[in-house]
């Protein structure tokens, strides 16, 4: 099973963005939706946002809605997560994950990264 990979977490002041970043193989992405999740230190796993294969529907927690969008370019099999107005509460470690559907069920995917850390400084 290929793994996918995250970058661009770090450091922002509240109300800052970043973009996160996952890619892995063709392979790996070729016909797979794409999600994102969070944990939070002594928290539970969230979900973040997912996308289709296709880019063609995308979804995303209600505590995220109108603050990030995800986006995929598949010939760069590259999966984006733009956050936006981030607020202390944000900070967790990022994963990205492959599955078959874009649920919101951790358990849908098959293929995890390592993660990310994003820190949100008040």
């Given at each position: 099973?290929?793994?996918?990979?995250?970058?661009?977490?770090?450091?922002?002041?509240?109300?800052?963005?970043?973009?996160?970043?996952c890619a892995a193989s063709a392979r790996a992405?070729?016909?797979?939706?794409?999600g994102w999740f969070r944990q939070a230190p002594g928290k539970e796993r969230e979900f973040v946002?997912?996308?289709r294969w296709n880019g063609e529907g995308a979804y995303y927690a209600d505590?995220?809605?109108?603050?990030?969008t995800i986006s995929r370019d598949n010939p760069e099999n590259t999966v984006y997560l733009?956050?936006?107005s981030?607020?202390?509460?944000d900070?967790?470690?990022?994963?990205?994950?492959?599955?078959?559907?874009?649920?919101?069920?951790?358990?849908?995917?098959?293929?995890?990264?390592?993660g990310t850390q994003v820190t949100v400084s008040s």
């Amino acid at each position: 099973q290929v793994q996918p990979v995250e970058s661009g977490g770090g450091l922002v002041q509240a109300g800052g963005s970043l973009r996160l970043s996952c890619a892995a193989s063709a392979r790996a992405f070729g016909g797979y939706a794409v999600g994102w999740f969070r944990q939070a230190p002594g928290k539970e796993r969230e979900f973040v946002a997912a996308i289709r294969w296709n880019g063609e529907g995308a979804y995303y927690a209600d505590s995220m809605k109108g603050r990030c969008t995800i986006s995929r370019d598949n010939p760069e099999n590259t999966v984006y997560l733009q956050m936006n107005s981030l607020k202390p509460e944000d900070t967790a470690v990022y994963y990205c994950a492959v599955g078959p559907i874009p649920g919101r069920n951790s358990a849908n995917y098959g293929a995890w990264g390592q993660g990310t850390q994003v820190t949100v400084s008040s």
